[in-house]
């Protein structure tokens, strides 16, 4: 009876042994295969663009206002606050909120990865340049090693792209920094230090060095003979009255009989100046100063044309024409966080394509601290909106940037800058920007689709609704009109300064002026008479400017410009 007992619990011990094997190697080869799985999806991630993240929601159907109020009704399926005001649910989800709290942190994730440190011996960089790779330099805010233009991708940076743009805007030198940020400039103000101090990758270009903290690798960028190079960024800012003493007003002076616009230009851009001054046989160049402003410009024949087959100016000619050469001001390219934990939180309201990422752009020359976003646009961080990845509420941005409205969204914010165009550009502009993007426009098919007829029924009502209610629901208003800040940049700049209780020096206003398109401006446009609005389109449109216009004088706010009125 023993032997067959002894026999069996043998048997089980070893069943019990080889059990535990198979239970051992079924957890090993489960981790394996989850690691492989997911070093898989980081790698596919990592390699390319981010998922979009989910656009703005749909704004509601368009509705009669009742006569006896301007506000809309809430369609079907939206709820209202107690008052009767429609609190829609597709912007009050806390949920929304939560996702896009995620996609932050994993952009953040992923970004880290994207930047690996390296060593950058010089027989290991293998990757070819256009141009000539000076070295390593010493660079910060107080003392810029090249102090031209400054432009980010902090996606895609890549050495040749920094190169080609600063050869594009006149430099001769561009360096790169954090692997993601580029400057440009025509010679190297600070001393070169070790080759190993510049250890990051480029964003978008491994095994090419992109600088490190406080470091700059510098490129002497392909050379072009004078009178060969064709400048893409020279903008006419039109003709000006000389002031009273031009050598004061402006940092160079140079007389040439046979003087023309692009050697002017030339030497402007060579001198690292942002404006190149005509007046044949005279070239000036310099900045924008309380002694010459950009604010009045004065008819256009009151100036000579600057060209060789023109005989020159007379002697006592009062007038010069302005050009914009492709040189940076940067006065005003400096931007930080706010230094302390701001205890107001101010909104920058507006509706889609009226001009939002402009503002935050004149705002941010003007006061030095970036602005954040209620949202998170990929575009818009990569080029430099560095606040666009801070959380919303830090408080360590002057204002955060929302197209929001409802009772619930808008008193989260202590004021707000209310920012209106007109609803016919504000709804063409976004029409673009959702059919080609932030610098795109949209096809001639899409203009002629029914996708355009039902954007404007939707997003006609949204123009309205979103003014009024911020006009009702919000704490501490400023309004702020398109048309009126493009008509007077500086006094409105100053006045925004003033309203988020911080001080803009003249200075950085006038730069703020100077660099007033920024890097989101559409190239050319369609013309003029382009109209693609029908009647019953008009009819609709001008119902709400004129609600949206008793709103503003009944609440004692700047009205909207004649030019929004029925037409």
Not at 106 to 121: A, I, K, N, Q
Not at 494 to 517: H, V
Request: net charge positive; glycine share 8%.
């Amino acid at each position: 009876m023993a032997k067959p007992f002894y026999r069996l619990q043998r048997f089980l011990r070893r069943t019990q042994l080889f059990l535990l094997f198979l239970g051992v190697a079924y957890i090993m080869a489960g981790s394996v295969l989850l690691l492989q799985r997911s070093s898989l999806v980081l790698s596919q991630r990592g390699g390319g663009a981010l998922p979009p993240l989910p656009s703005l929601p749909s704004p509601p159907r368009a509705l009669e206002a009742p006569a006896s109020r301007p506000f809309l009704r809430a369609p079907p399926g939206v709820d209202e606050m107690p008052d009767g005001r429609p609190g829609p649910r597709w912007l009050a989800s806390r949920n929304l909120e939560i996702r896009r709290l995620r996609r932050r942190w994993f952009h953040s994730l992923m970004s880290e990865r994207d930047t690996p440190r390296v060593d950058h011996s010089p027989m290991q960089r293998k990757v070819h340049h256009k141009g000539t790779y000076i070295g390593c330099f010493l660079d910060d805010a107080k003392g810029r090693a090249l102090k031209g233009a400054v432009f980010y991708d902090f996606r895609k940076m890549t050495s040749t792209m920094c190169q080609d743009t600063c050869s594009e805007s006149g430099y001769q030198f561009a360096g790169l920094e954090y692997g993601s940020e580029c400057y440009c400039g025509n010679r190297v103000g600070s001393s070169r230090v070790r080759e190993e101090d510049c250890n990051l990758d480029c964003k978008g270009e491994r095994g090419s060095p992109c600088g490190g903290v406080g470091r700059l690798s510098v490129y002497k960028v392909e050379e072009m003979l004078p009178g060969q190079r064709r400048f893409r960024n020279v903008r006419y800012r039109g003709c000006f009255e000389m002031p009273s003493d031009p050598t004061a007003a402006f940092l160079f002076h140079a007389t040439q009989w046979n003087l023309t616009l692009q050697s002017c230009i030339e030497a402007c851009t060579d001198k690292e100046l942002p404006l190149a001054v005509l007046r044949r046989p005279d070239c000036y160049c310099g900045f924008a100063s309380l002694s010459f402003s950009l604010q009045c410009p004065v008819p256009d024949q009151h100036c000579t044309l600057a060209n060789t087959s023109m005989p020159p100016a007379p002697p006592d000619s009062r007038f010069f024409q302005v050009y914009q050469t492709p040189v940076q001001d940067s006065r005003c390219t400096e931007r930080e966080f706010l230094p302390e934990k701001s205890s107001r939180l101010v909104a920058l309201s507006s509706f889609p394509g009226a001009g939002n990422t402009w503002v935050r752009h004149l705002i941010e020359l003007a006061t030095g601290f970036y602005t954040g976003s209620y949202y998170f646009d990929g575009t818009l961080y990569n080029k430099g909106f560095k606040g666009e990845k801070d959380y919303w509420k830090s408080g360590r941005t002057i204002c955060v940037k929302t197209h929001e409205s409802g009772r619930r969204e808008i008193e989260m914010y202590d004021a707000a800058i209310l920012l209106i165009r007109n609803p016919y550009h504000s709804l063409m502009a976004e029409f673009n920007r959702k059919c080609a993007g932030h610098l795109g426009h949209a096809s001639e098919q899409h203009w002629k689709s029914k996708e355009w007829p039902e954007f404007v029924d939707s997003y006609a009502s949204w123009w309205a609704s979103h003014v009024l209610d911020w006009l009702h629901f919000g704490r501490r208003l400023l309004v702020v009109h398109y048309e009126g800040l493009r008509a007077a940049l500086v006094p409105q700049l100053r006045s925004i300064a003033a309203f988020l209780n911080t001080s803009a020096s003249e200075e950085r206003l006038l730069c703020a002026e100077s660099n007033q398109d920024g890097h989101f401006k559409r190239p050319g446009g369609r013309q003029a008479d382009f109209n693609p609005f029908t009647p019953e389109m008009k009819q609709l449109i001008d119902g709400y400017i004129s609600a949206v216009d008793q709103a503003l004088r009944e609440g004692n706010h700047t009205r909207l410009p004649q030019e929004y009125m029925p037409r």
